[in-house]
């Protein structure tokens, strides 16, 4: 099995991230892959999935917030890009202590660039977590965004060409809606066997609980 260039469930994730981007391999895929060769617990394997796929979902935001606190993004190499954005997802998007997200950041920075990197790491980071603090609501992009369909990019982490195509569709609000649902998270389900009396007994509890987005008796999907 190929050693991953950064270490624990971290750099799986990170291993991941690379393949799917700069290799074109489906995500889904090379998470089986990863996963079935690992031998991470249930907790871990949790871990890399959440940070692949959220990452993956919210990288134009991600990298809108980091553009904020680079002076030259561009020149930067792709995967020190990378462990930044994964590491401000975290901050941002997981509940996980940002000092050990920052601590990963800038740790993953050095290896990546032989010592160079880890200032920069650990100074973007920290300004990343300072923001996680204030709040990274609608008015801080649109301060940091030159117009609407930029901000809308931004903020929903969908490329502009499809901002403008969907508002010029569908209007502004409607745009907004789909903007919204496709940065959502999927949702959860599973299937319940209600031959089982035990399992039937447990699908009938969570019907009168309803705290589910939609079953019909047997399937369930939650947020």
Not at 49 to 73: A, D, H, K, W
Not at 168 to 181: F, H, V
Not at 206 to 212: I, R
Request: a negative charge.
């Amino acid at each position: 099995m190929k050693k991953n260039i950064l270490p624990g469930p971290r750099g799986i994730a990170f291993d991941c991230v690379t393949r799917a981007l700069d290799g074109g391999a489906d995500a889904q895929a090379v998470l089986d892959d990863a996963l079935t060769s690992s031998k991470l617990d249930a907790r871990d394997r949790g871990f890399v999935t959440e940070i692949l796929y959220g990452y993956l979902r919210m990288r134009l935001r991600l990298q809108s917030v980091l553009n904020c606190f680079l002076s030259r993004p561009d020149g930067l190499p792709a995967p020190i890009l990378r462990v930044l954005g994964m590491a401000a997802y975290e901050i941002l998007h997981m509940d996980v202590p940002a000092y050990a997200s920052v601590d990963w950041g800038v740790d993953s920075a050095k290896r990546l660039s032989r010592g160079k990197l880890g200032g920069l790491a650990n100074a973007v980071l920290r300004k990343v977590a300072r923001l996680a603090e204030d709040g990274a609501d609608e008015d801080f992009f649109r301060r940091n965004c030159d117009s609407e369909i930029e901000f809308l990019s931004a903020y929903y982490s969908c490329p502009e060409w499809i901002v403008e195509l969907w508002v010029d569709s569908y209007g502004r609000d409607k745009a907004e809606q789909y903007l919204e649902a496709q940065i959502c998270p999927p949702a959860a389900g599973f299937v319940l066997d209600i031959n089982n009396s035990e399992a039937k007994a447990a699908a009938e509890q969570l019907l009168d609980e309803k705290d589910y987005i939609a079953s019909d008796g047997q399937a369930f999907a939650f947020y």
